[in-house]
Nanobody, 126 residues
Framework: VQLQASGGGLVQAGGSLRLSCASSGRIMSNYDMGWFRQAPGRERETVAAVSQSGSVTYYVESVKGRFTMSRDNAENMVYLQMNSLKPEDTGVYYC????????????????????WGQGTLVTVSS
């Protein structure tokens, strides 16, 4: 699986950005997809994840109500809509894929994801 993330940039606090992740090489509907971020000096953390079919989602507490993750398996695309951005949302955002045959759940841990994109930088100014 090859992943290409895009959509990052510089935005003021309270603004919005939409990240996109294009995948190729495998049937996307066989994979859970996740967005992760890494702030300077911090470990990479899970931001959001969506199951193969899109029926199950996970959000880290700090982004609930502000971020929405979605996927379009027909187009092999995954999105992260980020609203009401805060300076603490600053970081490099990575999309990742994890093969899954589990129904009704979604993988949440960074260690469960084996395929990673190159990352896109999001900077939120105060």
């Amino acid at each position: 699986v090859q992943l290409q993330a895009s959509g990052g940039g510089l935005v003021q606090a309270g603004g919005s950005l939409r990240l996109s992740c294009a995948s190729s090489g495998r049937i996307m509907s066989n994979y859970d997809m996740g967005w992760f971020r890494q702030a300077p000096g911090r470990e990479r953390e899970t931001v959001a994840a969506v199951s193969q079919s899109g029926s199950v989602t996970y959000y880290v507490e700090s982004v609930k109500g502000r971020f929405t993750m979605s996927r379009d398996n027909a187009e092999n695309m995954v999105y992260l809509q980020m609203n009401s951005l805060k300076p603490e949302d600053t970081g490099v955002y990575y999309c990742a894929a994890a093969w899954s045959n589990l129904l009704g759940t979604v993988r949440r841990l960074r260690s469960e994801y084996g395929y990673w994109g190159q990352g896109t930088l999001v900077t939120v100014s105060s």
